[in-house]
């Protein structure tokens, strides 16, 4: 077996039994981005030479008889959190050459835990879609077929996982953009509850919306991971000071007696038919495990769409305020004055999707429209987050697709934004409900693309989707199911 086709559990198995060591796991995934990385584009930035380091340190921490729960684990870092010394762009031009003087929270507990960074991986700029073809650098290429995207806006975080260039990654979740490249690449992404995870160091997109979450090829690689991020950080004044359970301790493989909910609005006309057969077989194998299956019913789902997306272009339209050309980043001085300077900057600077957002957003919160829309937008909100607190007064986890269909080619909806915004259709309420979710590869459709089963749980109820998720996985192959082109 070649080293890159051990899950990350696995290798750290290996490297705690000293059969192999840091440096050559590293040195075999860097190998394998230099042979794949030109056909998929999954990395913005390659660090070799820190990656290198990092893993002599790590195998000289081992041969001193210590341990860590990452020590020598290769990763991708997705390019919206803070790495010092290291450029850190958010897929966007208006941040190119940027380098933070300080590391994210989340990144910091990797690196204290013996993780290794391979580079940092390419997004939608400033995390806004989901194909990944928002970047302004490259696209993102999916896997499974070179022509799909591999999901968005962490496409590029998923694509690595997948394509066995990095061990696990880091990405962000603010309607979907950990829970969809999972489906979409056929990994694990986990979205944790908000306020579990710190989010100092993330370059913000929209502050009540954004969480940072975990990919791996397997239910305990993407939950070690959140082991390893999750807790209480002073520097994040939404970080709850709740304790962190044992997730590792969740992955029993039973689930006798568990109540399951399948909302009747997640299944709609106009989905991809595969997709509905391979979640709902996917819910019956559940329930010959043991658990018992219960409809039950989201009533405001159709009314997320909308109200998400006036909330988060609202929240992005105050937060990318900061990005003007004085602080960050490169500065376009066309005219004379500050004015003229500021309109330059952020014209060259973003793109045609952040403009979008921005103008949707400062117009939600314009005077006169506030009332109409925000405050009425944050009303519905309230009404998504009581939906589900009834459904889980009666349910212990909800089942349901992760996206509509699978991926789609490169291309086919970058210029119609309303069905980009429909692929999201089916994870943004979670975002709106603060709650934590995690996808898993439940089949593939007749063109061997992944499909994405999406586990639900209430906020800081990770346990109970995690058993849930492990039980189903263990009972089933999807999860060994490797790229076909990385098989020939």
């Not at 230099?34 to 990656?51: D, Q, S, Y």
């Not at 690449?185 to 979450?213: E, H, T």
């Not at 807790?231 to 689930?255: E, F, K, M, R, W």
């Not at 349901?400 to 999201?424: H, W």
């Amino acid at each position: 077996m070649h080293l890159t086709d051990l899950t990350l559990t696995e290798a750290l198995a290996e490297l705690r039994a000293g059969r192999i060591s840091a440096v050559e796991l590293t040195q075999a995934h860097l190998e394998r981005i230099a042979a794949l990385e030109p056909r998929i584009g999954a990395f913005l930035t390659l660090t070799p030479e820190r990656a290198l380091e990092q893993a002599r340190q790590a195998d000289a921490r081992r041969a001193q008889g210590e341990d860590a729960p990452l020590l020598g684990i290769p990763l991708g870092i997705k390019d919206v959190l803070c790495t010092e010394g290291v450029p850190t762009t958010a897929g966007s031009r208006i941040l190119e050459g940027f380098v933070p003087p300080y590391t994210a929270t989340a990144v910091q507990r990797l690196f204290q835990s013996g993780a290794i960074m391979l580079g940092k991986t390419n997004t939608d700029e400033f995390a806004m879609g989901s194909s990944t073809e928002n970047s302004a650098y490259h696209v993102t290429r999916n896997p499974h077929r070179l022509d799909r995207i591999p999901g968005g806006s962490s496409g590029g975080s998923a694509a690595a996982v997948a394509a066995r260039m990095a061990l696990g990654a880091l990405g962000t979740d603010t309607g979907g953009s950990v829970r969809q490249p999972a489906a979409m690449c056929g990994i694990v992404g986990i979205k944790p509850s908000y306020g579990r995870v710190s989010r100092y160091g993330l370059i913000a997109f929209a502050s009540s919306l954004d969480q940072i979450g975990t990919f791996g090829r397997t239910v305990r690689d993407a939950t070690v991971l959140l082991q390893v991020i999750s807790g209480h950080d002073p520097l994040d004044s939404t970080s709850v000071q709740a304790p962190v359970p044992d997730y590792n301790a969740a992955l029993t493989g039973d689930i006798k007696g568990m109540r399951i909910g399948v909302p009747k609005e997640y299944f709609i006309s106009g989905m991809q038919p595969e997709v509905e057969t391979a979640v709902r077989a996917a819910v019956a194998h559940l329930e010959a495990l043991g658990a018992e299956i219960h409809q039950v019913s989201l009533p405001h789902t159709d009314y997320g769409l909308p109200i998400y997306y006036l909330i988060a272009p609202a929240e992005a339209s105050a937060n990318l305020a900061r990005f003007d050309g004085v602080r960050y980043g490169p500065r376009f001085q066309d005219g004379r004055g500050m004015w003229d300077m500021y309109r330059s900057t952020r014209g060259k600077g973003f793109g045609k999707e952040v403009k979008r957002r921005i103008m949707l957003g400062t117009y939600a919160l314009s005077a006169g429209y506030y009332d109409a829309y925000y405050l009425k937008a944050q009303k519905g909100r309230t009404l998504i987050k009581r939906d589900f607190d009834r459904a889980f007064a009666e349910v212990d986890v909800i089942a349901a697709p992760t996206a509509p269909r699978t991926a789609f080619r490169l291309g086919e909806k970058v210029d119609d934004p309303l069905q980009m915004y429909l692929e999201d259709i089916f994870t943004l309420p979670v975002n709106l409900a603060g709650i934590c979710g995690i996808s898993l590869p439940c089949g593939y459709d007749n063109e061997n693309l992944p499909i994405g089963l999406q586990l639900l749980a209430p906020a800081f109820g990770e346990e109970k989707m995690l058993r849930v998720a492990y039980a189903y996985e263990q009972s089933t192959e999807w999860h060994k199911r490797a790229p076909t082109y990385l098989e020939n």
